[in-house]
């Protein structure tokens, strides 16, 4: 431990218990609950976007062609057999 030549109470002081008792919370009978505020705090207050409405009408969105389990053959650009040139079969699990 550093000694500076600020201290103004002796280095045996931190060493001994305190000799102030710890102070007691007083108790209260008739306790009454604390006034509500109004929210201002933002990250309380609830989300004032506009939560998404369920679409109606025609679905635009491109098909996922390539999730089809379906092969294609890359010449002709048709689905092709599961089955190749050699009679083994192709596995499609990805």
């Given at each position: 431990?550093?000694?500076l030549k600020t201290l103004?109470?002796?280095l045996s002081a931190l060493e001994q218990p305190?000799?102030?008792p710890?102070?007691?919370?007083?108790?209260v009978e008739?306790?009454?609950p604390t006034p509500e505020e109004p929210v201002t705090d933002r990250r309380v207050q609830p989300d004032r976007r506009r939560r998404q409405l369920?679409?109606?009408g025609q679905e635009r969105r491109?098909?996922?062609s390539r999730r089809r389990p379906l092969l294609l053959n890359p010449r002709t650009r048709q689905p092709?057999?599961?089955?190749d040139r050699r009679g083994r079969n192709i596995s499609t699990n990805a």
């Open positions: 431990m550093d000694i103004t109470h002796s305190r000799k102030v710890a102070k007691e919370v007083v108790r008739d306790a009454r369920p679409f109606k491109r098909k996922g092709a057999d599961l089955e």
